[in-house]
């Protein structure tokens, strides 16, 4: 598998090339789906202030990787930080914003979502949504999405969302499966600052150690993989 690292001097260097790259997937219809947390906050927000103008916004649909079961207006909820951090400065269509209702009930909010994907998303040979970019991030045990160390979402063959459990706060949680995100054209983990460097060393040198974190197993078959890190996060590469 090539692993493709893109190393930049902070996480304003970074957000400014991640940006350039967004502006240019953007001159052709695209689906992009987005983590959540707090990392791709300074992204959103470069966006919005220098690309908010030069974006063909209404190319792209945008969907989350995973969404906590909260209210859209909650502090939690990752819909909530993009449309404060990118949706309220941009001008984009509202049919192009695909949130996860975190709202109602999980099991009905995951099969809806599922629904949503499997209706917008071509599919592949192997019968599941191909989204043509993954952006995720990286928690410091391991998890992406909301894929966490020890949850048996990691062996479910068939699903491409499902509800999970957050073990440090016990919050449910709606996410994609790896199985989804093994099947994108292209998966770009964004991971900065030097409390993720550990565990960015663990799993980019392929240590025995990082085969119980989640985020060891994307590894897209038929797409590309990249790891876009500042020197703090890849400071023990
Ligand atoms: C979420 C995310 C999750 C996040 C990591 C890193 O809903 O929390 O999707 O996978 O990307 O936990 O979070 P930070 O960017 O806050 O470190």
Same mark, same amino acid.
């Given at each position: 598998?090539?692993?493709?690292?893109?190393?930049?001097?902070?996480?304003?260097?970074?957000?400014?090339?991640?940006?350039?790259?967004?502006?240019?997937?953007?001159?052709?219809?695209?689906?992009?789906?987005?983590?959540?947390?707090?990392?791709?906050?300074?992204?959103?927000?470069t966006?919005?202030?220098?690309?908010?103008?030069?974006?063909?916004?209404?190319?792209?649909?945008?969907?989350?990787?995973d969404?906590?079961?909260?209210?859209p207006?909650?502090?939690?909820?990752?819909?909530?930080?993009?449309? %404060?951090?990118? @949706?309220?400065?941009i001008?984009?269509? /509202?049919?192009? !914003?695909?949130?996860?209702?975190g709202? =109602?009930? $999980?099991?009905?909010?995951?099969?809806?979502?599922?629904?949503?994907?499997?209706?917008?998303?071509?599919?592949?040979?192997?019968?599941?949504?191909?989204?043509?970019?993954?952006?995720?991030?990286?928690?410091?045990d391991?998890?992406?999405?909301?894929?966490?160390?020890?949850?048996?979402?990691?062996?479910?063959?068939?699903?491409?969302?499902?509800?999970?459990?957050?073990?440090?706060?016990?919050?449910?949680?709606?996410?994609?499966?790896?199985?989804?995100?093994?099947?994108?054209?292209?998966?770009?983990?964004?991971?900065?600052?030097?409390?993720?460097? %550990?565990?960015? @060393?663990?799993?980019?040198?392929?240590? /025995?150690?990082? !085969?119980?974190?989640?985020?060891?197993? =994307?590894? $897209?078959?038929?797409?590309?993989?990249?790891?876009?890190?500042?020197?703090?996060a890849?400071?023990?590469?």
């Amino acid at each position: 598998m090539n692993i493709n690292k893109k190393i930049y001097k902070d996480p304003f260097e970074l957000s400014k090339f991640l940006s350039d790259e967004i502006l240019e997937v953007s001159k052709k219809k695209i689906n992009i789906a987005l983590s959540g947390g707090s990392t791709p906050k300074l992204l959103f927000e470069t966006l919005s202030t220098s690309y908010h103008n030069k974006i063909s916004w209404n190319n792209i649909n945008f969907y989350w990787s995973d969404e906590r079961c909260v209210p859209p207006e909650h502090q939690d909820s990752n819909y909530g930080m993009t449309k %404060k951090y990118l @949706f309220n400065n941009i001008l984009i269509p /509202e049919q192009n !914003i695909h949130r996860i209702e975190g709202e =109602i009930a $999980p099991k009905v909010a995951a099969n809806n979502y599922e629904q949503k994907i499997l209706n917008n998303i071509k599919k592949g040979s192997n019968d599941f949504p191909i989204f043509d970019w993954i952006i995720l991030g990286l928690g410091t045990d391991g998890h992406t999405a909301s894929i966490f160390p020890n949850s048996s979402l990691e062996i479910f063959p068939k699903n491409i969302c499902a509800v999970a459990v957050n073990p440090q706060t016990n919050q449910q949680r709606i996410t994609f499966t790896i199985n989804l995100i093994n099947n994108a054209k292209r998966v770009s983990f964004l991971v900065t600052g030097i409390n993720k460097a %550990k565990i960015i @060393f663990e799993i980019l040198s392929g240590k /025995e150690t990082a !085969i119980k974190y989640p985020a060891s197993l =994307i590894k $897209p078959p038929n797409g590309k993989l990249e790891w876009w890190l500042d020197e703090e996060a890849a400071s023990l590469l």
